[in-house]
T-cell receptor
Framework: GAGVSQSPSNKVTEKGKDVELRCDPI?????LYWYRQSLGQGLEFLIY????????KSGLPSDRFSAERTGGSVSTLTIQRTQQEDSAVYLC?????????????FGAGTRLSVL | DQQVKQNSPSLSVQEGRISILNCDYT??????FLWYKKYPAEGPTFLIS?????DKNEDGRFTVFLNKSAKHLSLHIVPSQPGDSAVYFC????????????FGQGTTLQVKP
């Protein structure tokens, strides 16, 4: 079956512009996570969705970052007034969430470059 | 603060030999540990995991060892193959949280033919 799909795969934007990143999780997966990987760093947790609600937003770095999930499926991560330090690969993962230890399946990510 | 650390950015081994990748953690609340493998331009893929109630888990050529007292885990790959060349991430989660994973910085493994 289809895996986690993210779009666009690459995004170049100018400082100060808003961007939207999209994630299509695996069908039937109720849990969805956003992470980002800055150059030379590990993956950094941003936000977790269970269904359409986000019980854990603790990783969002500032109020310029927001995310929503609709229909228990597609999620959009929005970054307003982008800054150069927002440049990173943004990764989405989904899981069945049948238990806390279920496997997270990742998409290929969106590489964001802020000029 | 970096709660999960992979202190070796890179590792090079000969095909057929053992690869040992190391990971240290600081948070004593972590009770579940995972290794993910990442090829360029792809997302990380799950490799193997271990619960804190165990000290070893084996899956084919891959074995993960956990030393709770030292807050240290390692991934052994035997025998190493050129297709194993990738970035390996160690990750951890705590029972109290939402399943979010805390990742190390990654180790780039190169297996030479």
């Amino acid at each position: 079956g289809a895996g986690v799909s993210q779009s666009p795969s690459n995004k170049v934007t100018e400082k100060g512009k808003d961007v939207e990143l999209r994630c299509d999780p695996i069908s039937g997966h109720t849990a969805l996570y956003w992470y980002r990987q800055s150059l030379g760093q590990g993956l950094e947790f941003l936000i977790y969705f269970q269904g359409n609600s986000a019980p854990d937003k603790s990783g969002l770095p500032s109020d310029r970052f927001s995310a929503e999930r609709t229909g228990g499926s597609v999620s959009t991560l929005t970054i307003q007034r982008t800054q150069q330090e927002d440049s990173a690969v943004y990764l989405c993962a989904s899981s069945l969430r049948q238990g806390r230890r279920d496997i997270q399946y990742f998409g290929a990510g969106t590489r964001l470059s802020v000029l | 603060d970096q709660q999960v650390k992979q202190n070796s950015p890179s590792l090079s081994v000969q095909e057929g030999r053992i690869s040992i990748l190391n990971c240290d953690y600081t948070n004593s609340m972590f009770d579940y540990f995972l290794w993910y493998k990442k090829y360029p331009a792809e997302g990380p893929t799950f490799l193997i995991s271990i619960s804190s109630i165990k000290d070893k888990n084996e899956d084919g050529r891959f074995t993960v060892f956990l030393n709770k007292s030292a807050k240290h885990l390692s991934l052994h790959i035997v025998p190493s193959q050129p297709g194993d060349s990738a970035v390996y991430f160690c990750a951890a989660s705590a029972q109290s949280n939402t399943g979010k994973l805390i990742f190390g910085q990654g180790t780039t493994l190169q297996v030479k033919p």
